[in-house]
């Protein structure tokens, strides 16, 4: 007779997610990916006539094979195998088991996988045609509008390196005159202060003033409000309106959208002789191996600086 564990699967994810929201700041997309990544395991053990709470190390070794077999990309089954960890490690810390069967599991090896990353002279075509989109005083105002918001939004975006969630979130307060440093609710809650260059600062400024004389808005709390159910812009309607232009600029869709932006505002400042903990501190990274995707930009760079420096370089 098969003995019926003391907690169910639905009960341990629970436990687990909520430590997650409580001591790790764990946002809403974050808690819903381990969900859904937990579902899965649970529902492969079930059909195995296992648990989560009693599964062995060869049952989460069928699991990674399952997932693999199910055609799942390296980096997808990184991800799952990173939730197996975590909930493990986090049940035997709780005393909920009194081993861990994730400890020896290996992992698929990942290719190193290197950002999109635009030039700076494909940044200054954009920043330029949507500076022209934005002073043509010929078009109808509502469109005249929406040119000095994504004017506003592309500068903003260059200028700070926030993630796109970020950006569109910004409230009108951001725009103030007088304003040199942005304060940043990022990943997990956690604040940081990003500063504002002059052009990101004059994109607010005149957008906020089209804002006002269109009055529209005026109430409204967010710097790029919108009529939809969250009250701001949304990331998708921000990354079509990206892609339109850069269509116009002869940059691929594939190749822009936010984040991508995000990378270029990292790399560029790499480029240029930034240090790498001052980039992580910028763009809100809790570890410094996330920002180390970047090291390829470092890497040329001081290649380029021997070259161009050593005295026996053309030796």
Known sequence: MIRRPKASDELLVELFLDMLAAERGAGE????????DLDDLSAHLRAAGRTIANATTDDLRDFIANLSERGFKASSLARRLSAVRQIYKFLYAEGKRSDDPSTVLEGPKRARTLPKVLS????????????ANSENAKQPPAQRLRAARLLC???????????VSELVTLPASAARRDQRMLVVRGKGGKERLVPLNKPAKRAMSEYLELRTAAERDAKSKWLFPSFGEKGHLTRQHFARELKALGQGCGIRPERLSPHVLRHAFASHLL??????????????????????????????????????????ADS
Do not use: C, F, M
């Open 29 to 36: 997309n974050t808690l819903t990916a381990y969900r859904n």
């Open 153 to 163: 939004l592309l500068e903003v975006v260059y200028a700070t390196g926030l993630r």
């Open 120 to 131: 700076i002279a494909d940044v200054d075509a954009l920043l330029k045609n949507a500076r």
């Open 271 to 312: 480029h240029n002789g930034a240090d790498l903990r001052v980039v992580q501190t910028l763009l809100g990274h809790a570890d410094i191996s996330t920002t180390q995707i970047y090291t390829h930009v470092l890497e040329e760079r001081l290649k380029t600086l021997v070259r161009d420096l050593h005295p026996l």
